[in-house]
């Protein structure tokens, strides 16, 4: 005879102020996004939705973090220091486990439900069944892009989807909190809404205040004093304020958005529209798209290829009627990806008009990127995503040595941060380009042989000066 499990599984139940979240999930909420401070237990209660779920609706859940080395640190190795269980183990209890898969980081049910921890660099290459429940944790250092995939498929299937992180800077995941606000839950009116919550660590109080003082000394002992501070304000009390820490341009885009140079920028046609390309897979290789106007730069669109294929990226390019220079890296110049031309030569032989960039040092290049943002003007609509990337460009950290490196972090961002140094390296060589006004001809009369004169004159231009002639008569 099998044994009853229940489930949540251990006695677990949600503490007081995560009721108002678990309760409206319970109640059909698909859509929830939970900025709750540092261990307010965000990913506790998401696994415990993956295991109701994973018994109530056959289907596939995952639970992603912005990187799957993260994810199996953070997720599904992670011990819980009360209890010393796993924390897989406590949210999914051995009776209702088929079978694990441990490189995987995959479960599968004896209901038919398979469960997996993923990273959202990699979320447009998992396979298997669409998933019809999915958590996006420590979303503000996500791929914002991973929704935008994603959301299609859970809207077709009926999923839910939850958004659970500490803000990271006023980005992607500040964006989504406000539109949210606006579409707001309510199982009668709005039952396709959104729930959010914001949680401080004085509204919870479930961190003793002498702890946040002591995490406060650790950070300023790493960081020093001004950083510490941002990141306790970040982690413990929600603020949004401020850019990511260890961010090389947060604080230049944060200072473009201040005086209005993140905005609409109209692409003016008489101007020819430059790129600047990091020209590796699709994957990583963002495309901005620029002119050079009176000394000026204007950043006028971002692109990110979705297929391997080059010539796919030249003709969308050709689309837009972006006909100007293509600054792309040295090693253009080097034949690879098994091609026996180079991908400088591909580039000519489809009619773009490539150029390589100097060849410098990675801090030089992010240099001409920050002296490239102080002076730009960038659209903010076509430019989204791309914007998000300059935000979250940040260096690497080394814990053991307890300081940031000059490396980038090996992220969504990465590469999106390159192609921009690019540009900064580049956009200077665009001489002026300057447009003549059609020369104003002076008129000029014909007499016909019927007697009849003929000008050049528009008729309104003729109406006009018949007007003056019989002023004067």
């Keep these: 005879m099998n044994a009853l499990v229940r489930i949540p599984a251990h006695g677990w139940r949600p503490r007081e102020y ?38 109530t609706r056959p289907g596939t859940y995952w639970h992603m973090l912005p ?36 490189n995987e980081m995959f479960i599968r049910f004896k209901t038919g439900s398979t469960f997996q921890v993923v990273g959202s660099d990699n979320f447009n290459s998992l396979v298997g069944s669409p998933p019809v429940g999915i ?38 995941a500040k964006s989504m909190l406000d539109a949210a606000k606006l579409d707001k839950w309510d199982p009668t009116s709005n039952p396709r809404g959104w729930f959010t919550q914001v949680l401080r660590a004085d509204q919870t109080l479930a961190i003793n205040p002498d702890g946040i003082e002591r995490q406060r000394k650790i950070y300023a002992s790493l960081y020093g004093k001004e950083i510490a501070d941002l990141l306790i304000e970040q982690e413990f009390y929600c603020s949004f304020a401020g850019a990511t820490v260890g961010s090389y341009w947060g604080a230049e885009v944060a200072e473009a958005e201040v005086e209005g140079r993140i905005g609409v920028v109209p692409i003016d046609w008489r101007f020819p529209v430059h790129t600047a390309w990091d020209l590796g897979k699709a994957v990583n290789n963002p495309i901005w798209c620029f002119q050079v106007i ?38 253009a110049a080097q034949a690879n990806w098994g091609a026996k031309r180079t991908r400088y030569e591909t580039l000519k032989a489809l009619g773009r008009k490539p150029k390589l960039v100097e060849k410098v040092s990675v801090a030089d290049g992010i240099n001409a990127g920050r002296q490239s943002l102080k ?6 609509g076509r430019c989204a995503h791309g914007l998000e990337g300059l935000k979250m460009y ?3 950290w080394d814990d053991a040595r307890k300081t940031f490196l000059e490396n980038p972090v090996k992220d969504w961002a990465e590469h999106i941060g390159s192609s921009f140094r690019y540009l900064g390296l580049a956009w200077r060589e665009e001489a002026p380009v300057v447009v003549i006004p059609p020369k104003q001809q002076e008129s000029t009369y014909t007499a016909m042989p019927d007697g ?12 006009k000066a018949m007007q003056k002639r019989r002023a004067r008569d």
């Design 394 to 396: 940040r260096r690497d």
């Design 452 to 463: 009849t004169i003929k000008s050049q004159m528009t008729v309104a231009e003729a109406v």
């Design 294 to 331: 009176g000394g000026r730069l204007k950043i006028v669109d971002f692109y990110l290829p979705e297929t391997d294929d080059l010539e796919d990226w030249c003709a969308e390019l050709d689309k837009r009627g972006y006909h100007g220079h293509d600054y792309v890296p040295h090693d």
């Design 135 to 172: 958590t996006f944790s420590e979303w503000a250092l996500a791929n914002p892009s991973a929704w935008a995939f994603l959301s299609p498929i859970l809207e077709e299937n009926g999923g839910w989807a939850s958004f659970i992180t500490t803000p990271r800077g006023n980005n992607h």
């Design 18 to 55: 995560q009721l108002p979240a678990w309760n409206a999930w319970e109640r059909g909420c698909k859509r929830q996004l939970l900025i709750w401070h540092r261990r307010a237990g965000k990913d506790e209660i998401d696994l415990q939705k993956h295991a109701v779920s994973a018994m």
């Design 375 to 380: 002076v730009a003007e960038i659209d903010a």
């Design 67 to 102: 990187e799957a080395a993260q994810a199996r640190k953070a997720i599904w190795n992670a011990v819980n220091p009360h209890t010393g269980r796993r924390r897989i183990d406590e949210a999914f209890p051995g009776e209702i486990v088929a079978n694990m898969n441990d």
